[in-house]
């Protein structure tokens, strides 16, 4: 039994081939606002590629400008079938080639469903690719005078500006790396060689921030040094969490924003899925309405469209069936006792067979 059957006349295949037409013109806009967004998302990954660990981050957007492209095809040649569609004549040219299309289709739409769940579920990626390539970002944030370091100062300060955050996971990052390169150390100084020596490391550590973390907001100075010790500032209290600099880690606040970024993406995608699902629906409705007209002869009658021509188990057991039997035509079979019985069969008599003749009567 047929699955969603729908009876149309000539007048409603009509308009139903140049709604689809229309529709499909429509998908190939949705196909380039794909493409549009997933190399926007590629863009913005790629301004902060020094602050992300290499990683499979890319495969978002990849796979929405992948499905963008294959959409303007696949659209592009759906408008063409439909319009074809509206004249039976010209509709058995396409006849063979629509139900291939139709499964086609119904993948790339799959992949559009994938692309947008994918968006929900690159979370994790990004995060573990931040937290590694800001770790290393902070760590050589001092080395502005070794070559592929030398602007990573100035990318760490314009990020805790731009996105008001300060280290990776929060500002106590900076008290356990040197981020204030020897050079600019004065060596004769007894605070500066004392605080060495107490290293194991022998780095310079101390408990204040780059001037990037401070919160212009702030109606004191920006405290950045000695930001533990009470005593050395006035009117100062640690513990009160009330600091001039910015507490959110970098982590978090990059995070927060490409989380947003995808979650938008991941909502327009799942919309355009939606769009491309019901114009799939409706070639398929107007496939088997004009598959049936011809097969009934009269172009002018009414014929019957569905959406599967069995129902969901018949179907999914037949296509479990061919999938199965695939290339079992072309196997011999090796089993003992199954061979042909014509293969080595022994003809004795290789010469003409002794025919016996019988003699014609004369015409008397």
Not at 122 to 135: A, F, I, V
Request: charged share 20%; hydrophobic share 40%; with cysteine.
């Amino acid at each position: 039994m047929a699955v969603l059957k729908v009876k149309f006349t000539k007048t409603k295949r009509d308009k139903l081939a140049q709604i689809l037409w229309i529709l499909n013109w429509v998908s190939v806009v949705s196909g380039i606002i794909l493409f549009s967004l997933g190399l926007f998302l590629k863009i913005e990954i790629k301004k902060r590629n020094e602050v992300m660990a290499k990683g499979d981050i890319n495969s978002v957007p990849n796979m929405l400008i992948s499905v963008g492209v294959i959409a303007c095809i696949i659209n592009f040649l759906g408008g063409k079938i439909c319009y074809d569609c509206s004249d039976a004549n010209k509709f058995s040219r396409w006849k063979l080639v629509m139900l291939p299309y139709i499964v086609c289709t119904f993948c790339f739409t799959f992949c559009i469903l994938v692309g947008a769940l994918m968006c929900y579920t690159m979370r994790n990626e990004l995060e573990e690719s931040l937290y590694l390539g800001l770790r290393d970002a902070i760590k050589f944030y001092k080395d502005t005078d070794i070559p592929g370091r030398c602007f990573l100062k100035r990318t760490v300060d314009m990020l805790q500006i731009g996105f008001q955050c300060c280290g990776n996971n929060g500002f106590r990052d900076w008290f356990e790396i040197q981020w204030v390169s020897a050079r600019y150390l004065n060596m004769a100084s007894k605070e500066v060689l004392d605080r060495l020596k107490s290293n194991v490391d022998g780095k310079f550590l101390v408990d204040g921030v780059p001037f990037s973390c401070c919160n212009p907001s702030s109606p004191r100075p920006c405290i950045q040094y000695q930001l533990t010790n009470n005593s050395a500032h006035y009117n100062y209290d640690f513990l009160t969490e009330e600091l001039n600099i910015w507490v959110k880690g970098c982590r978090e606040a990059l995070l927060d924003y490409y989380t947003g970024i995808m979650r938008s993406i991941g909502i327009a995608a799942l919309l355009i899925w939606l769009f491309e699902l019901s114009v799939l629906i409706g070639v398929r409705y107007l496939q088997t309405a004009m598959k049936n007209v011809l097969l009934l002869g009269d172009l002018e009658g009414e014929s019957d469209g569905w959406l599967l021509e069995s129902s969901f188990v018949e179907t999914a057991k037949y296509n479990i069936n061919i999938i199965k039997n695939l290339g079992k035509a072309n196997q011999i079979s090796t089993v003992s006792g199954m061979n042909d019985p014509n293969i080595d069969v022994q003809n004795t008599d290789c010469g003409k067979p002794n025919v016996t003749t019988k003699s014609i009567p004369a015409a008397s």
